[in-house]
T-cell receptor, first 113, second 112 residues
Framework: SQELEQSPQSLIVQEGKNLTINCTSS?????LYWYKQKYGEGLIFLMMLQKGGEEKSHEKITAKLDEKKQQSSLHITASQPSHAGIYLCGAVLSGAGSYQLTFGKGTKLSVIP | ETGVTQSPTHLIKTRGQQVTLRCSSQ?????VSWYQQALGQGPQFIFQYYREEENGRGNFPPRFSGLQFPNYSSELNVNALELDDSALYLC???????????FGEGSRLTVL
């Protein structure tokens, strides 16, 4: 089974709507990273969370790490076509080396104008 | 702009050949790591270098090897290419004073 599960796998929303993407692990997450990827291109760094209960925001995107450090969510407010892409969560799992990230399979987001 | 540059962007090789992919990071980025991303999957960790020494390796065979140089550049070498090696190869680097990890645009390798 996948060590880091993302849900949903894909999402289609109307422009202006809010949405949430989840990232869950059965292991403790030591450092949780969110990236955005356009098809076939590199990963764009969005945010990094390290402490249980931590929350960070950048423009219309907010990411949270739960107190137990096993689940993170990414919330986009008032979505725009520019938010379309694949969102990936990556994490340092317990037992792994520092900065060795395990990734989920990604969530494909489409925003309809 | 991540400050991580990879080359080449695309290349095609045949089974059994060898390939070298290159990555250039910003000054002060002492840690560099390489990931393989197959189509429709998340990136998979290959290995990591810190100050020119390998200090972490994922579940990849020895025919995947790397080097890191003092000028913050690095290489990924793959010998005896197999069809399953076709993927996007991503280089990532980390500034010495933060935990943030920045990726390059990737090198798309096709093995025929």
């Amino acid at each position: 089974s996948q060590e880091l599960e993302q849900s949903p796998q894909s999402l289609i929303v109307q422009e202006g709507k809010n949405l949430t993407i989840n990232c869950t692990s059965s292991k403790t997450l030591y450092g949780l990273y969110w990236y955005k990827q356009k098809y076939g291109e590199g990963l764009i760094f969005l945010m990094m969370l390290q402490k249980g209960g931590e929350e960070k925001s950048h423009e219309k995107i907010t990411a949270k790490l739960d107190e137990k450090k096993q689940q993170s969510s990414l919330h986009i407010t008032a979505s725009q076509p520019s938010h379309a892409g694949i969102y990936l969560c990556g994490a340092v799992l317990s037992g792994a080396g520092s900065y060795q990230l395990t990734f989920g399979k990604g969530t494909k987001l489409s925003v309809i104008p | 702009e991540t400050g991580v540059t990879q080359s080449p962007t695309h290349l095609i090789k045949t089974r059994g050949q060898q390939v070298t992919l290159r990555c250039s990071s910003q000054s002060g980025h002492n840690t560099v790591s390489w990931y393989q991303q197959a189509l429709g999957q998340g990136p998979q960790f290959i290995f990591q270098y810190y100050r020119e020494e390998e200090n972490g390796r994922g579940n990849f065979p020895p025919r995947f090897s790397g080097l890191q140089f003092p000028n913050y550049s690095s290489e990924l070498n793959v010998n005896a290419l197999e069809l399953d090696d076709s993927a996007l190869y991503l280089c990532a680097s980390r500034p010495s004073n933060t935990g943030e990890l920045f990726f390059g645009e990737g090198s798309r390798l096709t093995v025929l």
